[in-house]
Nanobody
Framework: QVQLVESGGGLVQAGGSLRLSCAASGRTFSVSVMGWFRQAPGKEREFVAVINRSDARTNYADSVKGRFTISRDNAKNTAYLQMNSLKPEDTAVYYC???????????????WGQGTQVTVSS
C-alpha cells in the first residue's frame, strides 16, 4: 500500500500563488508516477498534472499550462504543485494520486490522498 498526504491548500485572491505538497509513504517503490487531479463542486474529477519519477517527464492539462508546475523530490518521496496566476475557476479540491502508469486518466491511479481545498476569490 501507498499512503498519500496533501498539504498547502487555502484561500487566495485571483492572481496569487499556492504550493501544494504530497508526501508519499509505504511501498513507494511500487509507484513511479505521481499526479494531481482536482474536483470542483458539481463537476467530475479532472486531470491537472503528472510527473514521472525516473526521467521527470511531465504533462499538464491545457487549462493550467504556463501557470502550474509539477515537481518531485524523490529523496523525500514528495511531489509538489506550484500554482501561479490563480483564477477563480481553479477553485476545487485538489487530490494527489500515485500510479505505475504515466497517464492523465484517473482510473490509472490506484492510490489517492484525502484532498486539500483550494479557493480562489475574485
Amino acid at each position: 500500500q501507498v499512503q498519500l498526504v496533501e498539504s498547502g491548500g487555502g484561500l487566495v485572491q485571483a492572481g496569487g500563488s499556492l504550493r501544494l505538497s504530497c508526501a508519499a509513504s509505504g511501498r513507494t517503490f511500487s509507484v513511479s508516477v505521481m499526479g494531481w487531479f482536482r474536483q470542483a463542486p458539481g463537476k467530475e474529477r479532472e486531470f491537472v498534472a503528472v510527473i514521472n519519477r525516473s526521467d521527470a517527464r511531465t504533462n499538464y492539462a491545457d487549462s493550467v499550462k504556463g501557470r502550474f508546475t509539477i515537481s518531485r523530490d524523490n529523496a523525500k518521496n514528495t511531489a509538489y504543485l506550484q500554482m501561479n496566476s490563480l483564477k477563480p475557476e481553479d477553485t476545487a479540491v485538489y487530490y494527489c494520486a500515485a500510479s505505475s502508469t504515466f497517464s492523465p486518466q484517473h482510473y490509472e491511479y490506484a492510490y489517492w490522498g484525502q484532498g486539500t481545498q483550494v479557493t480562489v476569490s475574485s
